[in-house]
């Protein structure tokens, strides 16, 4: 046998130990056949002695160390419990990795922890992936499921199994979960969510605690979800099996009742509950028999508000609500209720009639109590016809009163199901197809098992012989496929164990033949079991214990379990009695009488009946067991009637400790749920199976003869009969060789063996080669050595015969330098005393023609001034004769002009018709003269205030020069006295002047002191305030980084609700045509076809404004008048410009002249220009008036301090300096009143001649239209729908991508502005609102086509632009543009978000295009050919059923495509010229996107995580690199989304061995987080014999680093594929548009428009 050669020196083999197991070995002997032991290493290093009988006593050989932690369990080259319990424990506690394959099985371990692998971003990463590609998740599975059931177009099942604590409900929650995920994508209803709802429902009035797990279902629950044609959920239907009602009376210690009991006595307090009179749980006998009233980690009050949301969203009315919550508290009242004995021998019970808990029941229920008290303690017989009542005994009253409570609460949760599934169920269309999840107990034994566990076991029997018949029927199916000559393989059928169970006079026949005898028992029914299982007829997997009589043992599947008899009746019956029915038939409550009334017409999987009197009505009702088995074989013809999938939950310890694994338990439940049995059917056959393609690249090196890819498998065939001489160890297929078990491992001994060989023979040549290369060497040295000391020494005889002349040379410099330095110095004294003579002879002559120089200057300077002044003195008198020449012919002028003016009949002659126009200006020109009196008073007022102030002053300073002079002179004759006195002053004077001179100098120091001060502390303060711009620059530039940030999130947040209102719009409109088809399908309506396209305005019209405000409204009231509306508008137009000169007209009894008309606009500017004029003369008045205050408040002060101070001359010279300047800022003053006066003239003659002028221009027919007028386009009303129709909707795509960028909407806004500048303002906001609704149509019309959806961009940016820079905020200091007067506010913020619609719905194009080749084109794709060639993975998982085949060849995604998709969104966008910005913008979200596909497909990915793939990929993203940089497109934060796939790709590359490398992938992997780098280094898989697997040490070490690096990171694995970057369009104002810049086609056909 060719495997006893694998038990060489050094091998790996499995020992079985008491503890661990199995423990692992290492052979330190070669085995010989006929040996009687082995000796072995065991892993602690201990040596031992293995016994070897035979060679099949041999231990378990383990498998090579490249197979280690392998993702599914049949790819293992040895097929064995050790090896699976090895691999399993490797993979979860060190790759911390808690599923694995097992063939078409999902193994599921309990991490006993929150894992971050459930988000969306991993559903986006699973959906629409292949089963094999992909790392092992509950998503792969149901991503399987769905992608079958679509394609297929057949039924699916889920099946999750496993003990009670494995997990088995979490996963189905997330099966739902992906479902309601992917199949809600296409239309997003309401059903994903009430099928999601359904799960905190079930879990509150269905899960319980139990020793084993917090969470435990006790009931199994089979979940059909309904799909329609496109792939959606349209329904669902639930099917639940075996409720453990006993639970609901008693509970084992440390468990807990059904979490609903608990989550409302935590709820007591709330208003609504109040009513129940509930308490704590420990105050109920229901609730706190187990001990444990909480659960730690769980809030039971948010668990109900979490439970009453999903009954909303359900449907379920909160009146239901609260009745179905009475119920329920009633159950736990009912328990409550004392029941005591009496009577001779306690055969009789009572109820106090005070009882507290039996009254609120009863309140609770609507029931009569004292009927409830009387029937809980009396039963009634039927005898001989008549009927009797019997009263119980106190323990058959107690269990009356738990099987009603049981009963009731039975029947509570089958409504509550039924309920679900009208909520679930589809009114719209049949399911086509469903997948079916499966959540249902897994195999329990426990130290006392009963009738509960029986059931379980024998549902797990059933599930266990379809589990092995459709893995043998799936590796049968594999053998016929590849044409195999096979023989049948055995596997293990229990249909023995079945048979016993529910066959003919099986225990079920006979448990219920049992139930139907007046006075059976649990012993009778074991004496049958033992007289027909073990006596008349012996069944193998049937016996009996040996110490007691009332139990027995069936051999399962999974293990032996003794199960004890006590209670099996009773549970089986489950009956109540029909005089409790009656008196819940009789409630007050609605929904109890439901309850009750619903017994009769339940369906077959209900659990109980109801006991009656009569033994006929009795009998015939069905069992638990006949119920349950009638279920079962339901559930079983639909799983046999669907394609199965398997998930195997694991419960790793019984401590619910974190990533903890106990061997002997996980052992026991693989035992249990099939895994082992999976393998060993596969081992059985064929475990091993390879391509031709594979084989040969992998063992090329053992292959004979020419070695070339296309003759693979001829090369294949030839070579194995050599390699392995057993023929019955392999088979060849059509595509692929097959293996048994251990021979892959023979293979990789051989091939090693040979690698071996070749390297010794590559070392010989190597170190032949070495040794000739250092001989080389030192030949090479020596000759070298030779030649430098020969070459020293003719160096050493030169250097000294330079050293000879050198010294010659230098005593010749030295001589020569000596010589020429005196001669030098000689030289120079001479020059330096003729220098000197010859400049003192020079400067003597400089200051002689100085001199002269001077005197003629002051001469021309005196001569000069003598010139001047005479000639300002003649230039004076004649300016002076011109003023009064002039100001006389102004005066006569003027006067002229007046009487000019006073003859009105002169004037009408002139100007017919102008004399309304005239006494309308006549009335400004007064109103404004009276403004310009009351300026003038004003400012004489002032002048006036100021000239007396000025003569105050005057008065004052005379004043003060009068007193100077009237003192009296001093007196000549001067006393001795006085002298004295004089002279003791003067002393004192020069003793004070002494004083202060040396108070002085100390002032002076203590000033210098203070100023040192001062510039330390002013140099301080610099640097302070540098520091502290420093400081406040960060924190600004932080603050508006977070405000970026902020305004980022908002924008984004905001464009979210944009595209989540596009999304709804779309389900409306959906619903709108299926709405319509319906009505259509009833009865077709005939609709004309002359009928045209119609489009409603996005908002109602604006209010007009109220008439007549004032008499002469407002310049921009006058402006958004219109002048050109047609007749009835302006008619009953409240602000045409008639109605007010007509008021006017009759006021001043002015005929009116029809045929002078002036135009209202000009007559609005030129009113608007003396407005303007008025303001700005007003302001610098009191601009004016402020600082001449300023100025007066200045001298006043200054004059007070100096009437308060001394007199003296030079305050007196200060204040005449202050005086003289205010009288030169009065005359400043004066002048500039002057100026303002001729001002007011100029405008009151600009009012008086404008009326000629503008008369004039009106009256000339051939003057051209206002520039805001020129270069429109003129609609007219009935040709807007045409107009819409053949720029918009109708347009055709190859007519639409030839126009010019922008031509619709630039062809819109002239329309739009020729009827706003009309003066219709209805019509312009009614054009502009259909072009927006036809352009939002359009869009959705061409929501596939990217040129389409970047045009219609490109126009509605552009309409958006033109009307936001026509706005009237936009155009307030401009002189080119005149705004829009009508308010397009409204549709401008339309636009706006129609054009983050058709931004998004552009990205989304090339996203869906993107999405299903980013990673086939950017991680699978060769584009480097043969560099991956020889790197095959060792192990190769075989293809599961259903799996989507990959394409192949030339018909794979490369990175081309990935380019083509870009570079046509790029062409789209350059071709309607969008700003570059806005180009960058969309790529950087959508390399994003290829960033966040790739790398969360290359986490969750081990086929991908090796380094020759590593080059791949890098290469691959060169080119995507190379593509922005040649378009330019790098500026927009591209390099920074691609810096976490180049980082990931950098780690596959890099070392990773030592310490040095740990820190090197810390410090650049900066882009990644911490999870992501430990999840590659996991799955980091070594492709050839050259690389190695990334050690445990080594992930531990970068972890460490990691976290001490930085804790700023938010935990995450996989990145948000769905996230957006807000868009920000840059502002870019249009040039003004005209009609001759627009180049119009033919064939858009809008020759209707008119040039305006």
């Known amino acids: 046998m060719a495997t006893l050669e694998l038990y060489s020196k050094g091998a790996s083999v499995w020992v079985p130990d008491p503890d661990a197991v199995w423990v692992s070995a290492q052979l330190l002997q070669d085995y010989r056949p006929g040996e009687k032991q082995l000796l072995l290493q065991l892993s602690d290093g201990n040596e031992v002695h293995y016994p070897v009988d035979s060679p099949s006593d041999l231990p378990l050989l383990g498998n090579p160390d490249i197979l280690e932690g392998e993702n599914d369990l049949t790819a293992l080259s040895f097929l064995h419990e050790p090896a699976v319990l090895h691999n399993l424990r490797i993979r979860f506690l060190d790759y911390s990795s808690i599923y694995t394959y097992c063939g078409i099985v999902l193994v599921a371990i309990n991490p006993y922890d929150q894992l971050p692998i459930y988000g969306e971003e991993v559903i986006d990463a699973y959906s629409g992936q292949d089963m094999t590609d992909m790392e092992p998740h509950i998503f792969s599975v149901a991503e399987e499921a769905y992608c079958t059931m679509t394609r297929e177009e057949k039924n699916q099942s889920i099946i999750i199994s496993g003990e009670s604590g494995s997990g088995k409900t979490v996963s189905a929650k997330f099966t739902m979960r992906y479902f309601a995920v992917v199949g809600g994508a296409a239309q997003q209803t309401s059903v994903e969510d009430r099928v999601l709802a359904s799960n905190p429902i079930m879990e509150s009035i269905g899960n319980a605690k139990t020793t084993r797990n917090d969470n435990s279902s006790r009931f199994g629950k089979y979940i059909e979800i309904g799909f329609g044609k496109k792939g959606d959920i349209i329904g669902a239907n639930m099917r639940t099996y075996l409720l453990e009602k006993s639970r609901v009376v008693f509970q084992a210690s440390a468990e807990r009742n059904y979490h609903i009991f608990y989550q409302l006595c935590a709820s007591r307090e709330l208003p609504e509950m109040r009513s129940l009179k509930l308490d704590a749980p420990e105050h109920f006998r229901y609730t706190n028999q187990g001990g444990d009233m909480q659960i730690p980690g769980t809030d039971d009050l948010s668990d109900l508000e979490r439970t009453r949301n999903a009954f909303t969203i359900l449907g379920v009315q909160p009146d239901q609500q609260v009745e179905l919550f009475r119920i329920l508290s009633a159950v736990l009242h009912l328990g409550n209720v004392s029941i005591q004995a009496s009577g001779r021998g306690s055969d009789r019970s009572y109820i106090d009639a005070e009882d507290r808990s039996l009254a609120v029941f009863s309140k609770l229920l609507g029931v009569e109590g004292s009927q409830m008290a009387h029937w809980l303690c009396h039963r009634r017989l039927a005898v001989g016809g008549e009927m009797l009542v019997k009263p119980m005994s106190g323990q058959q009253a107690l269990g009356a009163r738990d099987a009603l409570a049981k009963h009731i609460y039975g029947q509570l949760f089958t409504w509550t199901v039924q309920r679900l599934n009208s909520a679930l169920h589809s009114q719209r269309q049949k399911a086509k197809s469903f997948i079916g999840v499966l959540d249902i107990y897994g195999f329990e034994t426990f130290e006392r098992n009963s009738f509960e566990q029986f059931c379980i076991n024998y549902a797990n029997e059933k599930l266990q012989q379809q589990f092995n018949r459709h893995v043998f029927h799936l590796e049968q199916e594999e053998y016929v496929r590849e044409e195999l000559a096979w023989s049948r393989i055995e596997f293990s059928d229990n249909q023995q164990c079945i048979t016993l169970i529910e066959g003919q006079l099986g225990m079920f026949d006979l448990l219920d033949e049992e139930c139907r005898m007046p006075k059976g028992s649990d012993e009778n029914w074991v004496c049958k079991l033992y007289d027909q299982h073990l006596t008349s007829k012996p069944h193998p997997h049937f016996r009996k214990p040996r110490m007691s009589n009332s139990a027995f043992i069936v051999l399962h599947f999974a293990d032996m379990v003794q199960y004890e008899c006590e209670g099996f009746l009773d549970k089986n019956r489950d009956t109540v009695f029909e005089e409790l029915i009656n008196i819940l038939k009789a409630s007050q409550s609605e929904l109890v009488a439901e309850l009750v009334q619903q017994q009769g017409n339940v369906p077959a999987v209900t659990n109980g009946s109801v006991r009656s009197g009569k033994r ?372 004192k004077a020069a003793q004070e002047i002494l004083q202060l001179k040396q108070e002085l100098k100390a002032l002076q120091m203590e000033k210098d002191s203070f100023y040192k001060e001062r510039e330390d502390l002013s140099a301080r303060l610099i640097e302070q305030e540098k520091t502290q711009d420093e400081s406040v620059h960060r924190a600004v530039s932080q603050a508006s980084a977070a405000l970026r940030a902020e305004l980022d999130e908002e924008r984004r947040k905001y464009q979210g609700l944009l595209r989540e209102f596009t999304r709804l719009e779309q389900r409306y409109d959906n619903l709108r045509e299926m709405s319509l088809l319906t009505e259509r399908t009833k009865g077709h309506g005939r609709t004309d076809s002359n009928q045209g396209l119609s489009f409603e305005p996005l908002s109602p019209s604006p209010t007009p404004l109220s008439p007549f405000p004032s008499a002469f409204p407002s310049p921009e009231e006058v402006r958004r008048v219109s002048v050109t509306s047609p007749g009835p508008e302006r008619r009953f137009s409240p602000w045409s410009f008639e109605t007010p000169m007509d008021q006017l007209m009759e006021k001043m009894d002015v005929t009116k002249d029809p045929v002078v008309k002036l135009k209202g606009e000009d007559l609005a500017h030129a009113y608007d220009a003396v407005r303007v004029a008025n303001k700005f003369l007003e302001s610098q008045l009191r601009k004016q008036r402020s600082q001449w205050e300023d100025e007066m408040e200045a001298v006043r002060r200054q004059l007070g301090q100096a009437n308060s101070g001394s007199s003296s001359a030079a305050l007196t010279r200060e204040q005449q300096e202050l005086l003289e300047a205010s009288e030169h800022e009065c005359v400043r003053l004066r002048r500039e009143l002057k100026e303002l006066r001729n001002t007011v003239s100029l405008r009151r003659l600009l009012a008086q001649v404008l009326p000629s002028a503008l008369t004039t221009e009106g009256s000339c027919l051939s003057q051209p239209k206002p520039a805001a007028a020129f270069g429109l386009m003129e609609c007219r009303k009935k040709d807007e729908t045409k107009l819409i129709k053949n720029l918009i909707t109708d347009i055709r795509v190859d007519s639409a991508l030839s126009l010019s960028p922008g031509l619709p909407a630039s062809v819109l806004f002239l329309c739009v502005r020729q009827a706003d500048c009309s003066g219709d303002h209805a019509r312009a906001r009614s054009l502009c609102s259909a072009a927006v609704t036809a352009m939002k149509a359009v869009l959705k019309k061409h929501m596939n086509d990217v040129d389409m959806t970047a045009l219609w961009l490109k126009n509605i940016c552009l309409l958006h632009d033109l009307l936001t820079q026509h706005s009237p905020k936009k155009t307030l200091g401009s002189d080119e543009l005149v705004p829009l007067t009508a308010d397009m506010s409204d549709l401008i913020r339309t636009l706006s978000n129609l054009s983050i619609q058709a931004y998004q719905q552009l990205l989304c194009i090339t996203e869906t295009r993107l999405q299903n080749i980013i990673v086939p084109a950017l991680l699978e794709s060769e584009t480097i ?110 390099g920074a989304t691609l810096e976490p796939l180049i980082q990931a790709v950098q780690l596959l590359q890099v070392g990773k061995k030592t310490e040095v490398d740990a820190q090197a992938i810390a410090q650049t992997c900066t882009a990644l987080s911490s999870q992501q780098i430990v999840k590659i280094l996991t799955l980091y898989t070594p492709h050839s014999d050259l690389d190695e697997r990334v050690t445990l040490n080594f992930i531990r070490t970068v972890q460490g680093l990691l976290k001490s690096q930085s804790n700023s990171q938010p935990p995450h694995l996989l990145m948000d594929v769905r996230r957006v970057f807000p868009v920000t369009f840059p502002h870019s104002p249009p040039p003004i548009l005209s009609t001759e810049q627009l180049v119009i086609p033919d064939s858009l056909k809008i020759s209707f428009l008119r040039r305006a």
């Open 616 to 987: 006929a009505t009795r009998e015939h009702k069905m069992t638990v067991g006949f119920q349950f088995r009638q279920s079962l074989q339901m559930l079983m013809d639909t799983l046999n009637s669907t394609t199965p999938h398997y998930v195997r939950c694991i419960k790793p310890n019984d401590l619910k400790e974190p990533f903890m694994f106990d061997p002997k338990r996980t052992v026991q439940q693989l035992r249990a749920c099939g895994v082992l049995e999976t393998i060993r059917i596969s081992a059985a056959g064929y475990p091993s199976r390879w391509t031709y393609e594979e084989f040969f690249s992998r063992y090329r090196v053992l292959l004979r003869g020419p070695r070339s890819q296309e003759r693979a498998q001829a090369s294949c065939r030839q070579a194995l009969p050599q390699l392995i001489q057993d023929p019955d160890q392999y088979c060849f297929g059509k595509t692929k060789v097959f293996f048994r078990a251990g021979q892959v491992a023979l293979l990789e001994r051989l091939r090693a063996e040979r690698l071996r060989v070749a390297a010794v023979i590559i070392q010989s040549r190597v170190r032949g080669w070495l040794a000739r290369i250092a001989y080389t060497r030192i030949l090479w040295a020596a000759v070298t050595i030779q030649r430098y000391s020969r070459g020293a020494l003719a160096r050493r005889l030169a250097l000294t015969l330079r050293y000879t002349k050198a010294a010659l040379v230098i005593q010749k410099t030295y001589r020569t330098v000596v010589v020429r330095q005196l001669f030098l110095m000689i030289r120079q004294a001479t020059i330096t005393i003729q220098a000197f003579t010859r400049g003192t002879f020079a400067r003597r002559t400089y200051r002689q023609l100085l001199a002269e120089k001077a005197a003629v200057l002051l001469q021309a300077r005196v001569r000069g001034w003598l010139a001047r002044q005479a000639y300002r003195r003649v230039h004076a008198a004649v300016v002076f004769m011109q003023c009064c020449v002039r100001r006389r012919a102004a005066r006569r002028e003027l006067q002229k002009l007046k009487t000019e003016a006073r003859s009105v009949e002169k004037y009408r002659e002139l100007n017919k018709g102008m004399e309304v126009k005239l006494m309308q200006l006549q009335l400004r020109a007064d109103q404004e003269a009276r403004e310009s009196s009351a300026l003038r008073e004003t400012l004489s007022t002032e002048r006036e205030t100021t000239s007396a102030e000025l003569e105050a002053l005057r008065a004052t300073i005379q004043k003060l020069e009068k007193q100077k002079q009237d003192k009296p002179p001093p007196c000549p004759v001067i006393s001795e006295k006085e002298v004295e006195d004089r002279r003791r002053a003067e002393e």
């Open 1425 to 1534: 050919p043969g560099l991956s060639g020889a790197a095959v993975k060792l192990g190769v998982s075989r293809k599961r059923a259903g799996s989507d085949p990959r394409t192949v060849g030339g018909d794979a995604p490369t990175m081309a495509s990935v380019l083509r998709e870009l570079g046509a969104l790029h062409a789209a966008l350059t071709h309607q010229a969008l700003p570059h910005t806005l180009m960058e913008q969309a790529v950087h979200q959508l390399t994003y996107l290829i960033c966040a596909s790739a790398l969360n497909s290359l986490l969750l990915r081990k086929d991908m995580c090796c380094w020759n793939r590593g080059m791949q990929i890098r290469y691959n993203l060169s080119l995507l690199e190379e593509w922005l940089r040649s378009r330019g497109l790098q500026a927009g934060g591209t």
